[in-house]
Structures are given as structure tokens and as C-alpha cells.
């Protein structure tokens, strides 16, 4: 079967970069269902060959409902890209084979009703050939594995398994009752292993009663570095993360992080994000990220058998993207990824050792969004997935004399849109700070005409919108299609701004924040960029939240989108899956400091809301859960009797992944901005006022 689907695809193997042509009119008028057109590109690896990257992209397959990833591999001379992977089996994680021969990567595949491995839908280690073929199994475990990782040698396979634990207090009853959910006690701990390609022989080398999130083989295989929580819930990796180290002479796992580290810290809710080791295996480094704080960069280094941790500087203004860290080729830099004024560099640190560090500088282009990258062994290349104002990502070459090269055009059909006119625009805001954001206007607007605008405010907040062309279902690309203005405000709280402005927001939310893009509005209107009568708001997680707080702050929107948005902080903490961002922004707990929390909550001046409002939740959602749509939802509804809607979507977390539920967003917005905002109605189907 497999054989005989893959013969169906042939004719999809080889695509060049972009059309040897004329370059295309841009003359399509983007609409709704174009977004499901869309190509994602993600992770991408370097061959060690230097003549190869393989990358992945993920594709909605309507009417599937939801996208899947596949394998795609460019050859760098000529710029051709072949497809590798063609089953619904969401492939992840490559890695290369030392030899350039063999990419191996997780997949979790499916034949029929099949329930023997590895054909029984449960993630598995699988290896494809660099020129295309059938995907083999490496590993074949009935449960599938969880993490692996390939040694440099490319001799040992690292991966990890998952098991119940249930803590000694209470265990005999969580046994006998075990088809209910406990709130702590039960976890999913992992064991590391290593299977030998050679001869195939596993051996379990850690069964340490942690949950293991991720994993990193030093080159020389002497340790295995993890980073571990003492339970399977995310709000364990809020202060109780760690970095544990495996040692392969002693048998030994040990804890890097010395006692007390945690002290030195802006606040004690932070979690370790992914390790990576140097090339000659002594140094480790790891990135620690917060809610509202900038990340901080660490390095653990050998000396024999005793370990020194220490931070390294970071560059003034840019933020660390966490989890991104990598050293490059042979050496001590350490690069990672940095954003720097709504854009996204790939950043390099030289001479790391000893605790100490040289200069910074960033090797991708200035303009440049770039998602993710990766360098040749000997670290003089490099290839970089990077979005552009004018194009979606792709795959692109940085050669070792510092020129750079596209790869791939895997969207083709944006090169025949109308795309919208992308600036930075800036303002000050009532305390003198200046502030940016990104406006968007449709593709033939001229100026001399204000337009009806629309605010899209982004999650986080420890976030930023960027500058680049990005068609999503939040507004961007597509209400400027239709006619509107699309002001997203990089509000204080953001990241790419330096320190100060990410802080100011501390103790500060549904206050400084919301002046921030009050003001810009301001601005747009003085520039005779916006309507003033015609304005509307939207977003979705913090996005929603600030949503919130401006319809209770303001009259002057005529509609809202509010999406997964926070309306009463002690709810929020009390329920969501990672309460230290609540307890970072109100600088304390509840109970310390209750003011702080009821001043942050736009659910005590719902009294002052007559914005139409509509409102979008996932049914799951755990970051912010549905209660506080709900409590919205009431409150305008019931008792203040404001035009309003919910919309809950059955099944979905705090992302909406189906493709009927993203498409019905984006209609339920559209439809919503133009009746109450252009005053447009379609045949009597649009919302009525009831007003």
C-alpha cells in the first residue's frame, strides 16, 4: 500500500524554486478560504554534506480538518525541492545521518485497523533516505517512544518512554479508582534508553521517576543532558524545571543547576527551555524564559568531572527567543534566535568559555522574520527558515562569504496576490514612551482617505507582531483585503524592545498597556489613516484580554473580537495551566494582593461596555479557560443587554486546529465588523442591534 500510494506522487517530487517566467501580476484579491491554500515551513537541518536541507512543512488537505506535516528536502546548487513524506502521520524532528545518507525523524503512522507497532498510530523513530523512498521503522515499541535524539557518530539512538507513576500518598486508592482524574499524584514519567544500530540491542539507562522534556547527547556520548519536572502538568515547569545530566562512565544522573540559582532571578516562575551542547562536549547551554521578564542565557561547563554555571551578557534591546540557543561549527559561539524591533535575526555570541563572552552580531538579513535554523558542521553555512514583508517563509542559504540565498517558493500562489502595504508606524504614548506597531492598509489604498480600521492587539503579552507578510486567522492580510486598516500595536510589555519597556508592564496590566494602543489609535486617526467612526477591535488570548479591558475603557469601538480572552485574573489563576503569569504580573498571590487583581480585571467595569461584542472560546482551553467567556458572555448579554455572541468551539485547546472552526472565525469576524462597523447586512443573516 504504501508503495503504491507513493507512485501516485511522483509527479509532485521536484519543484523548482519559483518560475522561470515573467514574474506573475498581482491581481488575486485575497479572501477567507486562500488561508487554507497556505504552506507552513517549520524546523529545517542542515545535511553534514553541506549539499542538502531537509525541512518541514505543514498543509491543510481541506476537507480534512486538520494539517499535516511532511518531509520535504532542497538541494542547495540547484534549488529543487523533493517531497520525501506522503502519509498523514505528522512528521517531526529531523535529524541527519553522518553520512548525508538518511534522515531520520518522529512520525506517528497509521495502516488500516492495525494495532501491532509501528503501524498502529504511536510515535516511532522512522529513517528515509536523503533520495527518496519507503520510510523504515527503527523503532518498533508497542506504546511508541516520547524524545530521541541521534548520537554524532550516528551508531546510538537516544530515546525516551513513558510510564504511569502514581506518588506513595493515597497510591492503593488512585489504583483501584485509576479511570478517574486526580489533581496531582499520577504522573507520566520517563525512562531513557539507547538502541545500538549495529546490533540492535536496547538498554534502559535511566528510570529516574522525573518527566523528561527533552533531550541532548553530548557529541562524545559521555553525558546525556535532560530537562526534567517533578510532574507532567506545565505548571511544574514554572519553577521547577531543570537541567539533569546522565553520565555514561558512572551510571550517575545528577542535577546541574546548583542549589539557590533560582534566587538570583526577577521571579522564581520560570521555565528551562531546550539544551544544546558544544562540540567538544564540555559546554552546555540553555535559555530560562518568564512571563513579563526578559530570557535569561546560561552555559554549564566541564572542567573533568566538576561543573561552573554562569550567564552570559545578552545584547542590549533584543530579546532571546527561548529555546532557540545553538553553537556553531567547531568553536564557542553560541547563536540563538533575537527580536530586535518587530523583526527576527539569527544572533551569535563568540568566545564563549571560561565564563566569559566578545561581541554580538546577528548573520541573517536585517529585515528578515527568521522562525528557525541550522548550521553545517563546521558552522561557515547556514540555512534559515525567514518570512518577508512580500512572501510567506521559506527555506534560505547563507553562504560563508555572508551571502544569502531562497531556496524554495513554497507558496507559489502568494506571488498573484494583491498583498497588503506593510509599515512600521510609531507614537508616543501619555507617559512619553514611544511605542510601534505594525499597520497594514489595503493594497491600492492612496492616501487622503481615512479608512474604517480595525486594532488587532497580539497574545503573550511577552510577545511582538512582527513585519512581516503573514496571512492569519486573527486579521492580518485578510481585512485589509476587504478594506479595512489593520493597526496591531507591539504594546509596552513586548519583546524586541529592551528590558524596560518589556517590565513597565509589571503591575501595570489593563493600565499602561491600554494607553499604549489608545494612543496609537489617536495617532492613526490624526494621520487621517483611520475612521474614527469606524473603528473595531479584536484578539485573541492576551489579545482578548486587552479586548476586554478597551471595551470597558472606551466607547468609541463599534465592534470587538474578542478571542480565549482573561476576564477576572482570580479566575485565571485558579484555573489555567500556567498560573505564574498571573502571579508575576499581580506581583504576588491573591491573598497578598487582591486589589492588584480586581484592578486588573475588566469584569468589574462591564458596566460600562456598549460595544458589540463577539466572542470565541475553545471548549478545552486550558491557558484560558472558557469560564471567563462565558462570565463575558453573561454579563453583556443578561444584564447589560449589549449586542453580543459566543462561539464556542467543540473539542479545541487554547488554539482553534480544525479547519472548519478556523474558517468559521474568520467568517463570524468578517461578518460582525461589517455590519457593525460598515453598517453592512448580508440578506438579514448579520447580527441585529438591540440596542
Not at 509532485?12 to 491554500?37: K, M, N
Not at 563568540?350 to 558552522?379: C, H, L, M, N, Y
Not at 495617532?523 to 479584536?538: I, K, N, S, T, W
Request: with cysteine.
Amino acid at each position: 500500500m504504501f508503495r503504491q500510494r507513493f507512485a501516485q506522487f511522483v509527479f509532485l517530487l521536484l519543484l523548482p524554486v519559483a518560475s522561470q517566467g515573467a514574474t506573475p501580476e498581482r491581481a488575486h484579491i485575497v479572501d477567507a478560504e486562500d488561508y487554507f491554500s497556505l504552506a507552513v515551513v517549520g524546523d529545517v537541518a542542515v545535511a553534514p554534506d553541506a549539499r542538502h536541507a531537509v525541512f518541514t512543512e505543514t498543509r491543510w488537505n481541506p476537507p480534512e480538518e486538520s494539517r499535516n506535516t511532511d518531509l520535504w528536502i532542497v538541494e542547495v546548487n540547484c534549488r529543487q525541492s523533493k517531497r520525501l513524506t506522503f502519509d498523514n502521520a505528522s512528521d517531526s524532528s529531523p535529524h541527519w545521518s553522518p553520512d548525508s545518507r538518511y534522515i531520520y525523524f518522529a512520525s506517528s503512522r497509521k495502516l488500516g485497523d492495525g494495532d501491532a507497532p509501528p503501524y498502529n498510530g504511536k510515535k516511532q523513530v522512522w529513517r528515509v533516505p536523503a533520495e527518496g523512498g519507503e520510510p523504515f521503522a527503527v523503532t518498533r515499541l508497542k506504546d511508541g517512544i516520547d524524545l530521541f535524539d541521534l548520537s554524532r557518530d550516528g551508531n546510538t539512538l537516544y530515546y525516551t518512554v513513558t510510564e504511569e507513576h502514581i506518588d506513595p500518598d493515597w497510591k492503593d486508592l488512585k489504583k483501584e479508582y485509576g479511570k478517574l482524574t486526580y489533581g496531582h499524584g499520577v504522573n507520566k514519567v520517563g525512562q531513557l534508553w539507547k538502541l545500538d544500530l549495529q546490533s540492535w540491542r536496547a538498554e534502559k539507562l535511566i528510570d529516574d521517576q522525573r518527566v523528561i522534556r527533552q533531550i541532548a547527547v553530548s557529541p562524545d556520548q559521555r553525558r546525556v543532558a535532560m530537562l526534567t519536572t517533578p510532574e507532567d502538568v506545565l505548571l511544574s515547569n514554572e519553577g521547577w524545571s531543570r537541567v539533569d545530566v546522565y553520565d555514561a562512565e558512572t551510571g550517575e544522573v545528577e542535577p546541574a543547576n546548583p542549589d539557590g540559582w533560582r534566587a538570583g532571578h526577577p521571579t522564581p516562575y520560570g521555565w528551562i527551555d531546550a539544551v544544546t551542547w558544544s562540540d567538544d562536549s564540555r559546554a552546555l547551554a540553555f535559555t530560562i524564559s518568564f512571563d513579563g521578564y526578559p530570557p535569561m542565557l546560561y552555559v554549564i561547563e566541564w572542567n573533568g568531572d566538576n561543573a561552573t554555571q554562569y550567564e552570559l551578557r545578552r545584547p542590549d534591546i533584543v530579546t532571546i527567543a527561548g529555546g532557540t540557543a545553538k553553537w556553531r561549527g567547531q568553536g564557542r559561539e553560541l547563536c540563538f534566535l533575537g527580536e530586535y524591533k518587530a523583526r527576527e535575526r539569527v544572533y551569535c555570541i563568540s568566545d564563549v568559555a571560561g565564563g566569559k563572552q566578545s561581541g554580538t552580531q546577528f548573520i541573517t538579513p536585517e529585515d528578515g522574520v527568521v522562525g528557525a535554523f541550522d548550521f553545517t558542521p563546521r558552522g561557515d553555512q547556514l540555512a534559515f527558515v525567514m518570512g518577508t514583508s512580500t512572501h510567506t517563509p521559506d527555506v534560505y542559504w547563507r553562504q560563508p562569504a555572508g551571502a544569502f540565498d531562497r531556496l524554495t517558493n513554497v507558496n507559489p500562489q502568494v506571488d498573484t496576490w494583491k498583498l497588503p502595504q506593510i509599515s512600521i508606524v510609531s507614537w508616543t504614548a501619555p507617559d512619553g514612551k514611544t511605542v510601534e506597531g505594525i499597520l497594514e492598509l489595503p493594497p491600492d489604498h492612496k492616501p487622503g482617505t481615512p479608512l474604517p480600521m480595525v486594532v488587532e492587539i497580539h497574545g503573550g503579552p511577552t510577545s511582538a507582531t512582527t513585519v512581516n507578510m503573514r496571512f492569519w486567522i486573527y486579521g492580518r492580510t485578510l481585512l485589509p483585503s476587504k478594506g479595512y486598516a489593520l493597526l496591531s500595536p507591539n504594546y509596552r510589555g513586548s519583546t524586541g524592545y529592551g528590558d524596560e519597556f518589556m517590565t513597565d508592564l509589571i503591575g501595570h496590566e489593563n493600565d499602561i498597556e491600554v494607553k499604549d494602543i489608545l494612543a496609537g489609535v489617536d495617532a492613526m486617526v490624526e494621520r487621517g489613516v483611520a475612521d474614527p467612526d469606524r473603528l473595531g477591535v479584536m484578539g485573541w488570548s492576551n489579545g482578548g484580554f486587552l479586548t476586554n479591558c478597551l471595551i470597558t475603557k472606551s466607547t468609541r469601538f463599534k465592534a470587538a473580537s474578542s478571542g480565549a480572552g482573561v476576564l477576572d485574573m482570580t479566575i485565571q489563576w485558579g484555573t489555567e495551566d500556567t498560573p505564574g503569569h498571573v502571579i508575576n504580573y499581580m506581583q504576588g498571590l491573591l491573598w497578598d494582593v487582591p486589589d492588584a487583581y480586581r484592578k486588573a480585571s475588566p469584569i468589574y467595569d462591564l458596566d460600562k461596555v456598549t460595544t458589540p461584542t463577539l466572542i470565541h472560546v475553545g471548549e478545552n482551553d486550558e491557558r484560558v479557560p472558557a469560564a471567563n467567556a462565558r462570565a463575558l458572555h453573561r454579563g453583556l448579554h443578561y444584564y447589560r443587554h449589549v449586542p453580543t455572541e459566543l462561539v464556542v468551539y467543540p473539542g479545541e485547546g487554547h488554539g482553534l486546529t480544525k479547519y472548519s472552526h478556523r474558517k468559521a472565525k474568520m467568517k463570524w469576524d468578517l461578518a460582525w465588523f461589517d455590519h457593525y462597523i460598515l453598517g453592512k447586512s448580508d440578506e438579514g443573516s448579520a447580527p441585529a442591534s438591540t440596542d
